[in-house]
C-alpha cells in the first residue's frame, strides 16, 4: 500500500513538473515574442516618423520656393511689367498711323494680360488669401480665377462651419484642392467641376465630384508610383501628413474624389 | 444526480470539445493555409471520437446485447490508433508549412510512423486495455507515448526556433501559436502517462488510471480551447 502511494505521489510530482516546465517554456517565448513585436513596432514607428519629417521637410521647402517665386513674380516682374504699362500708356497713340494705333492697342491689352497672369500665378503660389480668409476662400477664389475664361462650370458647397484649425493643415487642403482641380482640368476633359465640403464628427470631408474621365482607386495607386505622376505622389504625401485619406471613385462620366481629414474643433 | 450530469458531460468530452473550433470555423470561416490540416484533423477527429464514445456507451449501456463480461463488449480501440495517426499525420502536415526547416521531416515521421505501427502490430503480443491479441484492435501505451513524444518534438521545435529568432516571427495575437502552446501542453502530459502506463497499469489501482484519462480528457478540453482561439484571432486579422 506504501508503494503504491509513493508511485501514485511521484507519478503525480513528475506530470506536475513536466506541465510546469512545459507551459514556463510557453510563457516564455510567448512573452520573448511579445518583447521583439513591440520593438519592432517600435522601430516601424520611428521610421514613419522619420518618413513624415522629411516628407515634411520636402513640403516645407517647396512652400518656401512657391513664396520666394511669388513674392519675386509679384515684386519684381509684377512691378516692372506695371512699371511698362504706365510708360506705354504714356506714348501718345494719337500720333501713330493706323497700323501703328492697331500695334499699340494690341500690345497694351497683351500687357494687361501678362501682368493679370503674373498676378494670378503669384497669387496661386503665395497663400496669402488662404492666411487671410480660411480654406473655403481661398478655394472659391482660386476655382474663379483658374476656370474664368474655360468651359467648364464650376460649383462650390463648403461648409462655413469648418474654421481655420491650423495653417498648415488648411494650406495641405487647399494645394491638394489646387493640384486636383488642375488636374481634372487638364486630364479629364470635364465640363463641370462641383467641390463641396461638409464636417462629419470629427472630420472634414471634402468631395470633388466632375465629370469626363476619372481615375480609379487602383489607377491613382499605380499611377502615383511612377515618376510621371509627381503631383500625384504630393497629394499622397501631404494626405500623410494630414493623417487623412483620399479616396477615388470612378463612374461613367460622374467621378469622385473624397478627401477626409481629422479635425479638432476645440482648437 | 447533479454530479452524474457532470461525469456524462465529461465522458462525452472528446467530442463536444472539437465543436468549440468547429464553430469558430462555421461561424467566421478564417482562410488562412496553416487551417487546412488542422481543419481536416478537427473533422477527422470529430468522427473518429464520436464512434469511441459511441461504442464506450454501447458497452456502458449494454445495448445490442453486450453483456458486462469485458470479453462481449464492442472493441473501439481502432478507432483511438487511428485517431493517434490522424493526429500526428495533420500536425506533421501543419508543422511544415510553418517555416521552421522541418519540411522534410515532417513528411518522413508520419509514414515512418505507420511502418512502426504496422511492423508492431504484426509482431506484439499483448497490450493494455481490451487485448484483442496481434490486431489493430489493441492499443499499446507505447505507440501513443512515441507520438506524442514526436509531437511534443514538433512543437519545442517550432518554440526553440522563433525563440533563436531576431525578428518576432509572430505578434501578440499569433494563431497558430495558440495551437502549438495547445498541443505542447497536450502532448507534454500524454507522453509522460503514457510512458509509464504500462508500469503503473501493474502497480497502481485501476481507479488512479482512469483518472488519468480524465486529466488527458481535460487537456484536450484546453487543446481544442487554444485551437478556436487561434482560428478567431485569424479571423481577426
Given at each position: 500500500m506504501n508503494e503504491t502511494n509513493s508511485i501514485q505521489t511521484l507519478f503525480i510530482l513528475g506530470l506536475a513538473f513536466m506541465l510546469l516546465i512545459v507551459i514556463s517554456f510557453l510563457v516564455i517565448t510567448f512573452l520573448s515574442q511579445r518583447r521583439k513585436w513591440n520593438l519592432q513596432q517600435e522601430m516601424g514607428r520611428l521610421k514613419e516618423h522619420q518618413q513624415n519629417q522629411l516628407i515634411e521637410a520636402a513640403i516645407r521647402s517647396e512652400e518656401t520656393e512657391r513664396h520666394r517665386i511669388a513674392e519675386t513674380l509679384h515684386d519684381e516682374v509684377g512691378a516692372i511689367l506695371s512699371s511698362v504699362r504706365l510708360h506705354f500708356s504714356n506714348i501718345n497713340s494719337n500720333q501713330l498711323d493706323e497700323r501703328g494705333k492697331g500695334l499699340h492697342e494690341k500690345s497694351k491689352e497683351l500687357l494687361d494680360d501678362s501682368i493679370q497672369k503674373v498676378r494670378t500665378i503669384s497669387h496661386n503660389l503665395h497663400s496669402t488669401l488662404l492666411k487671410e480668409f480660411g480654406l473655403?476662400?481661398?478655394?472659391?477664389?482660386?476655382?474663379?480665377?483658374t476656370v474664368k475664361g474655360t468651359l467648364v462650370k464650376v460649383e462650390t458647397d463648403l461648409d462655413n462651419s469648418y474654421l481655420v484649425q491650423n495653417a498648415e493643415t488648411d494650406l495641405g487642403m487647399y494645394r491638394i484642392t489646387q493640384e486636383l482641380t488642375n488636374n481634372i482640368l487638364k486630364h479629364a476633359h470635364a465640363n463641370f467641376i462641383n467641390i463641396k465640403s461638409e464636417m462629419k464628427n470629427n472630420e472634414l470631408e471634402l468631395t470633388l465630384h466632375f465629370n469626363g474621365n476619372g481615375l480609379s482607386q487602383e489607377e491613382f495607386e499605380e499611377l502615383r508610383y511612377r515618376p510621371e505622376g509627381l503631383g500625384l505622389k504630393n497629394i499622397q504625401n501631404r494626405m500623410i501628413l494630414l493623417k487623412g485619406n483620399i479616396l477615388f471613385?470612378?463612374?461613367k462620366k460622374d467621378n469622385r474624389i473624397i478627401l477626409t481629414i481629422p479635425v479638432n474643433r476645440e482648437q | 444526480m447533479l454530479l452524474s450530469i457532470f461525469r456524462t458531460i465529461f465522458d462525452w468530452s472528446e467530442v463536444w470539445a472539437l465543436l468549440i473550433p468547429l464553430a469558430i470555423l462555421l461561424v467566421y470561416k478564417p482562410k488562412?493555409?496553416?487551417?487546412i490540416p488542422v481543419k481536416w484533423y478537427l473533422f477527422t477527429v470529430l468522427l473518429l471520437n464520436l464512434c469511441i464514445d459511441f461504442i464506450w456507451y454501447v458497452n456502458k449501456e449494454e445495448w445490442f446485447g453486450v453483456s458486462d463480461a469485458k470479453e462481449n463488449w464492442w472493441n473501439n480501440n481502432i478507432f483511438y490508433n487511428l485517431n493517434s495517426f490522424a493526429r500526428l499525420l495533420f500536425f506533421s502536415w501543419f508543422f511544415s508549412m510553418q517555416r521552421i526547416g522541418l519540411k522534410k521531416m515532417a513528411r518522413i515521421i508520419p509514414i515512418a510512423f505507420l511502418g512502426a505501427v504496422i511492423i508492431f502490430f504484426s509482431i506484439k503480443k499483448d497490450g493494455f486495455n481490451y487485448h484483442v491479441e496481434g490486431s489493430v484492435f489493441y492499443i499499446s501505451s507505447y505507440l501513443l507515448a512515441t507520438e506524442a513524444g514526436l509531437l511534443l518534438f514538433y512543437c519545442l521545435w517550432y518554440t526553440n526556433k522563433i525563440l533563436r529568432?531576431?525578428?518576432?516571427?509572430?505578434?501578440s495575437s499569433n494563431p497558430p501559436f495558440w495551437v502549438v502552446g495547445g498541443l505542447t501542453i497536450f502532448t507534454s502530459v500524454n507522453f509522460f502517462i503514457f510512458l509509464f502506463y504500462d508500469y503503473l497499469d501493474t502497480k497502481l489501482h485501476e481507479d488512479f488510471l482512469l483518472d488519468t484519462w480524465d486529466l488527458h480528457?481535460?487537456?484536450?478540453?484546453?487543446?481544442?480551447?487554444?485551437?478556436a482561439i487561434g482560428l478567431y484571432n485569424e479571423r481577426n486579422k
Open positions: 473655403n476662400e481661398a478655394i472659391r477664389n482660386f476655382l474663379n480665377t471613385e470612378k463612374n | 488562412r493555409d496553416w487551417i529568432e531576431d525578428k518576432p516571427t509572430f505578434s480528457n481535460s487537456l484536450f478540453i484546453i487543446l481544442c480551447i487554444c485551437i
